[in-house]
């Protein structure tokens, strides 16, 4: 299943740090981790870190399925509010999600600490703005909560909005602990880490999921790997029977611009709105914005090129309501596929498929900051620690 089209930006920026071979053949480790996106990268850093022998294998290439259309947003805030989660799930579990995604969040930033600068890690505070009138009291309910529990986070009446940023919104909500990310670099970068510490990689390697045995898998060429616990880090490439329930497969469509000279609004905010589908934007190091939205559920993806221009033309324009003086052109447009789930929270835990097998799938629009936060729960997981995010999202929930 191809996960792009049209002209992705991230993977234009930088040459593969390292090539890997493919497997060719038997091995075994402690940790087979299939998928070398963003999950699966994460996932063998924090397993390699606590002394696991980690395998990664990818079918294609390290960081270039779905992670290389990553807008690179990274905020702890989820496309689902918290006052959301309180009546889908419960106040106490709601909570306990989003402290994981703000734990999660930091980590992040610990993570991108001991990086080079080519990652492209930068501390951003967010804009949530309301849409329209009839969505500032839903934002209002959200951020009494984000207070309630001591969550980083402020409310912004239209006057100071636009005061402080010059945007004319009713309302919006600024949250910080939050970055933006080179996200291609950044899985490059986290890569060589691993390395380092003993991960070993094989690309053009695709896994026969249908060969699983008792801690044994076969490759499509025949290969066989056996190991102490398997991580299902795939991303949006395949929806698992366990998961079809719950979880679906959708598309957005997103751009990025040639370089401004200046900046366009204060402290290069990263920004986002209540309604659905939302609009969302951020700047680049090199001054460029990165956008999208207009999510479509399909998982049919545009191949005409004109289609997707169209709408990241369409995106831009969103942008430019807000900002009239972005005087800026397309440099690249693409459209990709995306999970999402029904009850907004991601799947991560105890696959059906078998003994020691897991599960990692950041649905939904927080798939790095879940990445994150999922690896810690595996490796809890795997070494019997009890996690107390755990039963939240997990796959059998």
Known sequence: MALTTGETFWDKTAEAA????????????????????????????????????????????VGEGSSSANTGLLQYASDTMLSEFVD???????????????EAMDELTELAGELPDTAEYR????????????????????????????????????AALQAEYGVDKPAAIRTWHDAEVNPYRFIQAVTEKNVQL??????????????LEDHMIHTAAGNRISYGAMVLATGYGTVFEEIAHLAS?????????????????????MVWETKKPYLYFRTTKDGRIIAGGLDEKSDALHEDPSVIRSKAEEILKEVQDIFPQADVKIAAAWNSLFGV???????????QSGADVYCLLG??????CYSMAGAKIILDLIDGVTNEYAAIVDPGR
């Open 123 to 158: 501390l951003r505070d967010s804009i949530y703005y309301a849409s329209s009138e009839e969505d500032v009291d839903k934002l209002k309910r959200e951020y009494s909560y984000l207070k309630k529990y001591d969550f980083p986070a402020e409310y912004l009446s239209h």
């Open 18 to 61: 390292r090539t890997f071979p493919p497997l060719q053949q038997n091995v075994h480790t402690d940790v087979l981790v299939i998928g070398g996106g963003m999950s699966g990268t994460l996932t063998a850093h924090v397993l390699a870190k606590a002394g696991k022998q980690v395998t990664v294998i990818d079918r294609g290439a």
């Open 88 to 102: 889908r799930i419960g106040e106490k579990d709601a909570v306990l999600f989003y402290r994981m995604c703000l």
């Open 341 to 351: 789930s029904r009850d907004g929270l991601p799947f991560i835990g105890p696959s």
């Open 198 to 211: 003993g991960v070993s990689y094989y690309e053009q390697t695709e896994a026969d999921l249908h060969s």
């Open 249 to 269: 497969i959708t598309q957005t469509f997103a751009l990025a611009t040639e370089p401004l000279e200046e900046p366009l609004w204060t402290d290069r905010v």
């Open 363 to 368: 649905y939904e629009g927080n798939g790095t």
